[in-house]
């Protein structure tokens, strides 16, 4: 009876997902404690448990999730989002925008974590749209202009703009900039995904479908307020050093004003996402 009993709740609600909420309520649990290890990896140890509880709550509902429907594509998504990360790294070197502290003194514990920690962010942005997707009433509108080749150009010619002025001007202007960069691989890259035939918010759009653009904004704040909660409180963790100018007061270490930035990430993840797919065609599972 055991068996069985156990045999159908993993049909309703895969076990993993059980397992992802146990992780969260342990690490909280081990953090309250004051275990050092668990303070050091504790954001990539709850998004962890975050991204299995998700998929398994899509599962459960579409009998559809990336980590159960295409494992291989999952892996794929792990290793991009750590390569897409280190980008945005790249430019933080350069605008000082923010900085770890409180890291364990050994190099390679130093390094697990950033790689663990990297490899979580698009799927947990990806997962949480998809399940607000399927959550949300449809949006339609009428588009108004024509997705013609000179303004695909114009849209990436933009969008490289947008991602050269931070690294061109003087770093204390830059510092306050970084907000190009948050939008201008969404410029950059998303009409060449139009132009490829891969999923495109350009391309949704040109159908009048908005559906996914407002789930991947509410994803955005979502996972916005976790990261910035559960930063708040690890041991190991990032601090901004925005001006406060135009910082305006915080929420956890993260300037109100700042959480509007997570809103275009989002569409920027899954627009760098679907890039993935340009660049590396063997990867593909889907076109749409």
Not at 118 to 132: D, G, H, S
Not at 213 to 226: D, N, R
Request: charged share 10%; aromatic share 18%.
């Amino acid at each position: 009876m055991g068996i069985f009993l156990d045999s159908f709740i993993s049909v309703i609600f895969p076990l993993y997902g059980a397992e992802g909420v146990s992780l969260i309520l342990l690490v909280e649990l081990c953090l309250l404690l004051k275990f050092e290890i668990v303070g050091f990896d504790f954001t990539p140890l709850v998004w962890t448990g975050y991204i299995l509880l998700v998929d398994a709550i899509l599962w459960s509902r579409e009998k559809y999730s990336p980590i159960h429907s295409y494992p291989k594509d999952f892996v794929r998504m792990l290793v991009w989002s750590i390569f897409c990360w280190i980008i945005f790294e790249g430019f933080n070197v350069y605008l000082q925008n923010w900085k770890y502290v409180g890291l364990p003194s050994d190099v390679f514990l130093q390094i697990i974590g950033y790689i663990w920690s990297f490899a979580t962010i698009f799927p947990a942005v990806l997962f949480t749209a998809e399940l607000l997707r399927k959550s949300i009433f449809p949006v339609k509108f009428r588009l108004s202009f024509r997705l013609s080749p000179p303004l695909l150009f114009t849209l990436m010619t933009l969008g490289g703009i947008m991602l050269a002025i931070p690294l061109i001007l003087p770093q204390k202007i830059s510092a306050n900039l970084f907000g190009l960069v948050w939008i201008g691989f969404i410029f950059l890259l998303d009409p060449i995904n139009y132009l490829n035939h891969r999923n495109s918010i350009l391309g949704q759009f040109s159908r009048g479908e908005g559906t996914t653009f407002v789930a991947l904004l509410l994803s955005g704040l979502c996972c916005g307020v976790l990261w910035e909660f559960w930063n708040y409180w690890a041991t190991a963790k990032w601090v901004y050093s925005i001006p406060l100018s135009i910082a305006g007061p915080k929420m956890f270490e993260m300037p109100l004003l700042g959480y509007m930035g997570f809103l275009p990430f989002a569409v920027e993840c899954y627009i760098m996402n679907e890039f993935s797919y340009v660049l590396f065609p063997q990867f593909t599972i889907s076109k749409a």
